[in-house]
């Protein structure tokens, strides 16, 4: 007997093409930039943004196998995925880092993961390192730390096809925070020839370069489009802040109505706006900024 085809996801209605929205920010015009955001937190109210764009042909791969994925106890990426376990009704497994966590009570991010039906599995730092997949869960279908594999990067290949093809705001550049590499790489592989997208790493180490370049030989085979990393506003690492962040995510709150996510977000638009007042642009550049995720 032949075995059943995979059924397939059921519909989350994301709204895509996400918005490209103009607002008007003095440090921008006075220098004759034109800042538009890409609204890719608007994508779904549990899945926004690039965890959309990388999540979703994994799960159409996977094809109802459990899914297992690994993070740290903050990870944005394990609650996207736990949250599309529990939407599709799948199972969901979290590879966490930090054997010490396991018994203790659970943090706002981990306990929302479980409250979601993702079974969390944690091991110490060197196991995790390893990123192998315990033996208990060898029939699961994985994906990678942040979500960046080959598919993740093609899934964010129609981000920069929805701002190449944007048709009342011609974009010139794009910008976005890099965590793991595979939204850059597929956002400049989408972009087209006149186009070029600028990263801004989450985490120092300076490592991101050879990843997005990994990353994008992997999905293309070779180099794709133009893109260059700033990895002067990492604040420090990941999830680390500084007053001057913070105080430049509060204003740009007040000023936009927008809520500024402090992992990502908030240092993309900061080393954006930099780089503007440096005049990194030329005058009648229009850059957007993709807002990859909500506080």
């Given at each position: 007997?032949?075995?059943?085809?995979?059924?397939?996801?059921?519909?989350?209605?994301?709204?895509?093409?996400?918005?490209?929205?103009?607002?008007?920010?003095?440090?921008?015009?006075?220098?004759?930039?034109?800042?538009?955001?890409?609204?890719?937190?608007?994508?779904?109210?549990?899945?926004?943004?690039?965890?959309?764009?990388?999540?979703?042909?994994?799960?159409?791969?996977?094809?109802?196998?459990?899914?297992?994925?690994?993070?740290?106890?903050?990870?944005?990426?394990?609650?996207?995925?736990?949250?599309?376990?529990?939407?599709?009704?799948?199972?969901?497994?979290?590879?966490?880092?930090?054997?010490?966590?396991?018994?203790?009570?659970?943090?706002?991010?981990?306990?929302?993961?479980?409250?979601?039906?993702m079974r969390l599995h944690f091991v110490d730092r060197a196991t995790y390192r390893a990123k192998s997949v315990?033996?208990?869960?060898?029939?699961?279908?994985?994906?990678?730390?942040?979500?960046?594999?080959?598919?993740?990067?093609?899934?964010?290949?129609?981000?920069?096809?929805?701002?190449?093809?944007?048709?009342?705001?011609?974009?010139?550049?794009?910008?976005?925070?890099?965590?793991?590499?595979?939204?850059?790489?597929?956002?400049?592989?989408?972009?087209?020839?006149?186009?070029?997208?600028?990263?801004?790493?989450?985490?120092?180490?300076?490592?991101?370069?050879?990843?997005?370049?990994?990353?994008?030989?992997?999905?293309?085979?070779?180099?794709?489009?133009?893109?260059?990393?700033?990895?002067?506003?990492?604040?420090?690492?990941?999830?680390?802040?500084?007053?001057?962040?913070?105080?430049?995510?509060?204003?740009?709150?007040?000023?936009?109505?927008l809520p500024v996510e402090r992992v990502y977000v908030a240092k993309?638009?900061?080393?954006?706006?930099?780089?503007?007042?440096?005049?990194?642009?030329?005058?009648?550049?229009?850059?957007?900024?993709?807002?990859?995720?909500?506080?």
């Open positions: 007997m032949s075995p059943e085809p995979p059924r397939p996801l059921p519909p989350l209605q994301p709204h895509l093409p996400s918005p490209l929205q103009p607002v008007s920010d003095d440090r921008f015009a006075r220098h004759g930039v034109q800042l538009l955001l890409k609204r890719d937190d608007l994508i779904h109210p549990e899945l926004t943004g690039n965890k959309w764009r990388k999540l979703a042909p994994n799960l159409a791969a996977a094809a109802g196998r459990p899914l297992l994925t690994f993070g740290g106890a903050y990870s944005n990426h394990l609650r996207a995925t736990a949250a599309a376990g529990r939407l599709l009704g799948f199972a969901t497994i979290g590879v966490v880092r930090g054997d010490e966590l396991a018994g203790r009570p659970l943090n706002p991010s981990l306990a929302q993961c479980a409250a979601d039906g315990p033996p208990a869960f060898a029939d699961a279908y994985v994906v990678p730390e942040g979500g960046s594999n080959s598919l993740a990067v093609h899934g964010c290949t129609e981000l920069g096809r929805e701002l190449r093809d944007a048709v009342d705001l011609t974009v010139d550049v794009a910008a976005v925070a890099v965590g793991t590499g595979g939204t850059l790489a597929g956002l400049a592989a989408g972009l087209a020839p006149a186009q070029r997208a600028i990263g801004f790493p989450v985490l120092k180490g300076g490592f991101l370069g050879k990843e997005v370049r990994r990353l994008q030989r992997e999905a293309f085979g070779g180099p794709a489009g133009a893109w260059t990393l700033d990895d002067r506003f990492h604040a420090g690492g990941y999830a680390r802040t500084t007053p001057e962040l913070e105080a430049f995510a509060g204003d740009f709150e007040q000023r936009h109505g993309m638009l900061m080393g954006l706006t930099a780089l503007t007042e440096e005049g990194a642009f030329p005058r009648g550049t229009r850059v957007a900024a993709v807002i990859t995720g909500r506080p």
